[in-house]
């Protein structure tokens, strides 16, 4: 089962992927299987540990990921002011692995250039 947020690599610059587990209970996965989104939903740093905050659940979710990938990770959120964002959430097994994304947020004029450029593509037709 693969969930995806197709919104993540239209609102944000992707310059960075991690892998992480997520910690989830019974009723969870229900609510996940179920829902099959994850637009809104984003991962913030509290006290040293990853949460995964997202609509579909009603507490936020802790992200399994090393002490030191997590103070890299704040670091670089801190320097650049960048956003913690979910572009997937997939099984492994029987693991929920989520994939994080490292993203600065598209300014409007920079969605429409995105738009136009996938629109002119379009119509000149495949390039040989």
């Known amino acids: 089962m693969k969930i995806i947020n197709k919104k993540a690599r239209f609102n944000y610059q992707i310059s960075q992927v991690c892998e992480a587990g997520i910690v989830l209970t019974g009723s969870d996965l229900k609510v996940l299987k179920a829902s099959r989104n994850l637009t809104g939903s984003y991962a913030k740093i509290i006290n040293k540990e990853m949460y995964l905050i997202s609509p579909m659940f009603v507490k936020a979710k802790k992200l399994l990921l090393h002490k030191n990938e997590i103070v890299s990770l704040e670091s670089k959120i801190k320097q650049k002011r960048l956003t913690l ?44």
């Open 85 to 128: 964002v979910p572009i997937s959430m997939y099984t492994k097994g029987r693991i929920f692995k989520v994939e994080l994304a490292l993203g600065k947020t598209k300014r409007e004029f920079e969605k429409r250039e995105v738009i136009k450029k996938r629109d002119l593509e379009k119509e000149l037709g495949p390039v040989r």
